[in-house]
């Protein structure tokens, strides 16, 4: 199986900070690689897929890159809403091998 | 708007069974690729099951592989999750997703609610 490592896994940031995480594979993934963001209590919503698209609706301060084992998430200017923990996810070409990092709590500073 | 809306949780014994449901709204049900993710206390988020449009190819995490089958009802509208011989480690919010593909990448982008499993005695 592929495994998903996030770093860190909690991370303190203040109201208009940049900040940026990252998800590292244990094998190269190309770009299937997705991110979400989960509030507590609530489920998960998408961020981001395969690597950089922007799913509809989400405000144009999240974006990602990467490709191959190194991926990341940036919040180009932090919002009150955007504390949260945030996940990636693979699908290396199979909806059968779909696994998720462990996560990055964004915490309030 | 799509709605996907578990039910059928709470609490049960190890070795007992449960089966949850998950009606979808607000799409085709039909067209797409259906999958259960599950989430333990405090924990993160852990595939479990995927369910093709036919139910032509079905697919479980190695987890539960033999306790529990997918199903769906497309005449329904309905995602089904049978889960037996549950054990304590079952123990997890269980979401019913939509899954979506792009460019060859696999993602969920509708989630419902979820629904609490506790397995104790």
């Known amino acids: 199986d592929i495994q998903m490592t996030q770093s860190p896994s909690s991370l303190s940031a203040s109201v208009g900070d940049r900040v940026t995480m990252t998800c590292r594979a244990s094998q190269s993934i190309s770009t299937f690689l997705n991110w979400y963001q989960q509030k507590t209590g609530k489920a998960p919503k998408l961020l981001i897929y395969a690597a950089s698209s922007l799913q509809s609706g989400v405000p144009s301060r999240f974006s990602g890159s990467g490709s191959g084992t190194d991926f990341t998430l940036t919040i180009s200017s932090l919002q009150p809403e955007d504390f949260a923990t945030y996940y990636c996810?693979?699908?290396?070409?199979?909806?059968?091998?779909?696994?998720f990092g462990q996560g990055t709590r964004l915490e309030i500073k | 708007e799509v709605q996907l809306v578990e039910s059928g949780g709470g609490l049960v014994q190890p070795g007992g069974s449960l089966r949850l449901s998950c009606p979808a709204s607000g799409f085709t049900f039909s067209d797409y690729n259906m999958n259960w993710v599950r989430q333990a206390p405090g924990k993160g988020l852990e595939w479990v099951s995927y369910?093709?449009?036919?139910?032509?190819?079905?697919h479980y995490a190695d987890s539960v592989k033999g306790r529990f089958a997918i199903s769906r009802d497309n005449a329904k509208n309905s995602l089904y999750l049978q889960m037996n011989s549950l054990r304590a480690e079952d123990t997890a919010v269980y979401y019913c997703?939509?899954?979506?593909?792009?460019?060859?990448?696999?993602?969920?982008?509708?989630w419902g609610q979820g629904i609490l499993v506790a397995v104790s005695s």
């Open positions: 997703a939509r899954l979506r593909s792009f460019g060859g990448s696999y993602f969920f982008d509708y």
């Open positions: 996810q693979q699908s290396y070409s199979t909806p059968q091998a779909i696994t």
């Open positions: 369910i093709s449009t036919s139910s032509a190819t079905i």
